[in-house]
């Protein structure tokens, strides 16, 4: 079972980027995902989750308008478009999943976890 994240970058503040997680050993067809990421120096901090369908999301204050998640069960991949990016979203950005139905903002929550990519906005 592994998460494989990707798409990470340099980016200037007001760019976007994509995020990329992709599963495999398992399907993503059952799974909740979620987006956290670590800043230097502080702990994870959840960012979105999708639920196992889609139809359910949730998103942190600090993402919300600014990035959406989504996925592509066909491709066992989940997204996670960015725009607007700011300084302070700089950070390695993991993704997670968890065979659940209720998607979850809990870092405990979830049994699995990607090697992260890092995200740094710049100028």
């Known amino acids: 079972v592994q998460l494989q994240a990707s798409g990470g970058g340099l980016v200037q503040p007001d760019g976007s980027l994509r995020l990329s997680c992709a599963a495999s050993g398992f399907s993503l067809d059952d799974a909740v995902i979620g987006w956290f990421r670590q800043a230097p120096g502080k702990e994870h901090e959840f960012v979105a989750s999708?639920?196992?369908?889609?139809?359910?999301?949730e998103y942190a204050a600090s993402a919300k308008g600014r990035f959406t998640i989504s996925r592509d069960n066909a491709k066992n991949t989940v997204y996670l478009q960015m725009s607007s990016l700011k300084p302070e979203d700089t950070a390695v950005y993991y993704c997670?999943?968890?065979?659940?139905?209720?998607?979850?903002?809990?870092?405990?929550?979830?049994?699995?976890w990607g090697q992260g990519t890092q995200v740094t906005v710049s100028s």
């Open positions: 999708i639920s196992w369908g889609g139809g359910t999301t």
């Open positions: 997670a999943a968890v065979m659940a139905r209720i998607i979850s903002t809990m870092e405990s929550t979830y049994d699995y």
